[in-house]
């Protein structure tokens, strides 16, 4: 009695494939296409390196490390304070002559929002993805973030009374940023591969235009919502890190972040089955026993093998277009189907840029200077009141920027 040496079907060697070739023009060999019923096998599993998490800890202290130099500039000094008051001030003033009614009520309910807004579609996007472990760790840095920020407000950091700004409570960092961005950067944990750079181009766009509504509102100034975002950012780093690893240790131990528990259930019934198998098979009952002839228990066990290799919820066996047991076209023993002819990865764009960020910080340097050396009083309804006014919003969207992008390069080589 003989085995089929292909799945069941017509002979995929028979088969005309779907493509002449990988690329036109290319020598390349014709891609493969895939019996109904299999799916692929999952590829190697991910492993976190020195360097990326040495990279990741440097990215963490670099965001971090410039929350207290902005503290120390905008709460301390009193070019500082001067300069978020004038901001302030100008943004009052702004209010009654050149914003539109809409938009100063849509301005009111933004924060609000936005972070209702972000936290249904991070929730969507765990469920629907079975993003597990990110959806852990991006839960963790919301609630992370906003304890960062209640505690460097209201136990750590004090602005004293320079005789600058007329009310010196402190506000700094922005509540009402922390909040809203927070989710939108769960939100872009949580997204999958194909999503993540557009989740993260909108992701720092609205964040950067929830801190400007805080100041256009009144609530806080341009140095509380900078701080708030990167404060947010760095925690989005961490929970990337720790997700990376998690993933990682995973994939070592053979199980999967992202399988549904009814598929936990089914392997284990299954294997159970498969020893209860094996020990009738092994025990001696005489005649009355069965006992499957060599060639049937070998196919069983290379159907085993292949179903449990194969990552699908129908559990259907890998196959890459070879006989079982001759490896692939180049011998290399590796009976599983290869998506990508050539070995490539796919590379997921990495979204906003650094070059962003830095484009938009060389030019927050450069209004701050200017409203720094400009001659003449920094007043509401001057020029020096709307360039001051200006770097605070550009300021708000660098460290927008900065934060997602550096989040986006973490996220980068993770490919699911």
């Given at each position: 009695?003989s085995?089929?040496?292909?799945p069941?079907g017509?002979?995929?060697?028979?088969?005309?494939?779907?493509?002449p070739?990988?690329?036109?023009?290319?020598?390349?060999?014709?891609?493969?296409?895939?019996?109904?019923?299999?799916?692929?096998?999952?590829?190697?599993?991910?492993t976190?390196?020195?360097?990326?998490?040495?990279?990741?800890?440097?990215?963490?202290?670099?965001?971090w490390?410039?929350?207290?130099?902005?503290a120390?500039?905008?709460?301390?000094?009193?070019?500082?304070?001067?300069?978020?008051?004038?901001?302030?001030?100008?943004?009052?003033?702004d209010?009654?002559?050149?914003?539109?009614?809409?938009?100063?009520?849509?301005a009111?309910?933004?924060?609000?929002?936005?972070?209702v807004?972000?936290?249904?579609?991070?929730?969507?996007?765990?469920?629907?993805?079975?993003?597990?472990s990110?959806?852990?760790?991006?839960?963790?840095?919301?609630?992370?973030?906003?304890?960062?920020?209640?505690?460097?407000?209201h136990?750590?950091?004090?602005?004293?009374?320079?005789?600058v700004?007329?009310i010196?409570?402190n506000s700094?960092?922005?509540?009402?940023?922390?909040a809203?961005?927070s989710?939108?950067m769960?939100?872009?944990?949580?997204?999958?591969a194909?999503?993540?750079?557009r989740?993260?181009?909108w992701?720092?766009?609205?964040?950067?235009?929830?801190?400007?509504?805080?100041?256009?509102?009144?609530?806080h100034?341009?140095?509380?919502?900078?701080?708030?975002?990167?404060?947010?950012?760095?925690?989005g780093?961490l929970?990337t890190?720790?997700?990376?690893?998690?993933?990682?240790?995973?994939?070592?131990?053979?199980?999967?972040?992202g399988?549904?528990?009814?598929?936990?259930?089914?392997?284990?019934?299954?294997?159970?089955?498969?020893?209860?198998?094996?020990?009738?098979?092994?025990?001696?009952?005489?005649?009355?026993?069965?006992?499957?002839?060599?060639h049937?228990?070998?196919?069983?066990?290379r159907?085993r093998?292949?179903?449990?290799?194969?990552?699908?919820?129908?559990?259907a066996?890998?196959?890459?277009?070879?006989?079982?047991?001759?490896?692939?076209?180049?011998?290399?023993?590796?009976?599983?189907?290869n998506p990508?002819?050539?070995?490539?990865a796919?590379?997921?764009?990495a979204?906003?840029?650094?070059?962003?960020?830095?484009?938009?910080?060389?030019?927050t340097?450069?209004?701050?200077?200017?409203?720094?050396?400009?001659?003449?009083?920094?007043?509401?309804?001057?020029f020096?009141?709307?360039?001051?006014?200006?770097?605070?919003?550009?300021?708000i969207?660098?460290?927008?920027?900065?934060?997602?992008?550096?989040?986006?390069r973490?996220?980068?080589?993770?490919?699911?």
């Open positions: 009695m085995y089929a040496p292909y069941p017509s002979d995929p060697r028979g088969a005309e494939p779907r493509h070739g990988a690329y036109r023009g290319t020598p390349h060999a014709p891609v493969q296409a895939t019996p109904a019923g299999y799916a692929p096998a999952p590829g190697p599993a991910r976190v390196t020195p360097r990326s998490v040495v990279g990741a800890l440097v990215a963490l202290l670099v965001l490390g410039l929350v207290p130099l902005i120390h500039a905008g709460l301390g000094t009193v070019t500082g304070q001067a300069l978020d008051e004038a901001a302030l001030t100008q943004a009052k003033a209010r009654t002559t050149l914003v539109p009614t809409p938009v100063l009520v849509a009111q309910y933004l924060p609000e929002v936005v972070a807004l972000a936290g249904v579609l991070a929730l969507v996007w765990a469920v629907r993805h079975r993003r597990w990110a959806a852990l760790f991006a839960a963790g840095s919301v609630l992370a973030a906003n304890l960062t920020t209640q505690f460097l407000k136990g750590v950091l004090d602005k004293p009374d320079l005789g700004q007329q010196a409570s700094f960092p922005s509540g009402h940023t922390t809203a961005a989710l939108l769960a939100a872009f944990l949580v997204a999958p194909h999503r993540r750079a989740t993260g181009r992701g720092a766009f609205l964040a950067a235009l929830v801190g400007m509504s805080t100041v256009l509102n009144g609530w100034r341009p140095t509380d919502a900078v701080a708030a975002l990167l404060i947010v950012a760095g925690w780093v929970a890190l720790l997700t990376r690893l998690l993933d990682a240790a995973l994939g070592r131990s053979g199980l999967r972040s399988g549904a528990p009814g598929q936990a259930c089914r392997r284990f019934r299954e294997d159970r089955s498969r020893r209860r198998q094996e020990l009738a098979w092994s025990e001696d009952r005489g005649e009355s026993a069965y006992m499957p002839p060599a049937e228990r070998a196919e069983r066990q159907a093998a292949a179903s449990s290799s194969a990552d699908s919820a129908q559990g066996p890998a196959w890459n277009g070879n006989q079982p047991g001759n490896g692939g076209a180049a011998g290399s023993g590796n009976p599983a189907w990508q002819p050539h070995g490539h796919p590379r997921i764009p979204r906003p840029r650094i070059a962003t960020a830095v484009l938009l910080t060389v030019l340097t450069a209004l701050v200077l200017l409203a720094v050396w400009w001659p003449y009083p920094t007043v509401a309804g001057t020096a009141g709307r360039v001051t006014l200006t770097a605070g919003y550009l300021g969207a660098s460290a927008a920027a900065l934060g997602w992008a550096v989040v986006a973490r996220l980068r080589p993770a490919t699911r």
